[in-house]
């Protein structure tokens, strides 16, 4: 591992220039954010939408023996899926009998890896240590090394070769599967034995269970390439599509989506529209919170100047950083929760109107208590009058009560 690290400052002139040259970016990114946002409900929307559609209509077919009456429609199809030619990757000559092959290719090459801190200091500068860490590592990507920031002596060749997948049509009792379905199958078995293949092939020796071009297993270099071999077996699949003839091809939703799915063995309808459905809202998830994240950012970096400003005095800088971040949250959740219910709002109503009532009413919380508070720490004007003494209030009091009348003479 090779280590480096660099300082640099920046001055209070410098940061105040920066951190107002950043509202226009934050701006940018509470624009994206919204987009990302909005874009993301809907999508997430017509493809649950879609995949209902999908799940009310497929139909279970009974075996793999072809039956015009389903033409057309959709179908969950499940049996044994044959190979109907042989696969080779041509480059290294192996063959295999299976439905998929893959030839996995990892090479020896650097990685940088960066990380910062910032110190402010007194007078509003800061102070910003970078460490430069590089790490040989096997990679099935190829890294660029032109981007390292200390590229000497860390440059990673081209790799020789490179990964590739190779698959045929299948059969399944009457019916075809096209090269397009059969790659879907995935390769999840290792290809152990390699002894059918040459000692030596293009410069790349054989090891029996791998291939190795290089000349030390034990001790690589940079440059080095291992390669390994994966396949997809015959056997039992399950596949949901649309039946066209003998052939299950996409089926196409009223809203237009196009879905085909393929499972190892033997799988039922429920249990696959489940997992899609499931996959659906994880994805829906993952990305509103990189939306209200990039918000976040965005509305951060418009507030940023405060912090700058009062960075002069670091401690104070970091009070009012704190502050701000709060702020820039607060206004993240409740214009995230607006726009997410609104995007909702031709499908689901209801639910539209109370994301955006506790919006709302999180916003009334919020500014509630930031007019306790300014009310709390208001101090009282120079020109008021201050509150009477004890005895004032005595003394006011008494002079206020009308003297007691006299003892009325009795009667007679």
Known sequence: MDHFTETTR?????????????????????????????WNEGRSIEQATALNEMKENIITLPNTKYDAQYNGKAVLLQGSAKPLSVIEDTTFGLKSNGLNLRRNVEMYQ??????????????????????????????????????????????????????????????????HLSQNIVSRFGTGISVGDLSSLPKNIHGVTNHGSYLYKGYNTTYPKVGDL??????????????????????????????????????SGMVSAQKIFQEELDANSMLTWILRFVGLLVMFIGFNMILKPLSTLANVIPMVGSLVGGVTGLIAGAITLILGSIIIALAWFTSRPMLSLGIIGTGVVIGIILSKMGKRDMVVSTPPSRNSTPPPSVEESVAQDSSSTPPPRGTPPPRR
């Open 10 to 38: 920046t001055g209070y002139g410098s940061n105040i220039g920066n951190s107002f040259k950043g509202i226009i970016t934050g701006v940018i990114f509470v624009f994206i954010a919204i987009g990302v946002l909005w």
């Open 110 to 175: 650097w990685e940088e890896k960066s990380t910062s801190h910032t110190e402010d200091k007194l007078g509003g500068g800061t102070e910003t240590t970078t460490t430069y860490d590089y790490y040989k590592v096997w990679s099935s990507s190829e890294i660029s090394s032109i981007s390292f920031k200390h590229p000497e002596g860390h440059q990673n060749p081209t790799m020789a070769y490179k990964s590739q997948s190779f698959s045929t049509d299948a059969s399944m009792g009457d019916y």
């Open 226 to 263: 291992k390669i390994t071999f994966s396949y997809a077996p015959a056997g039992d699949y399950t596949i949901a599509g649309k039946l066209q003839n003998r052939d299950i091809v996409a089926y196409t939703t009223g809203n237009g989506k196009n879905f085909i799915f393929t499972r």
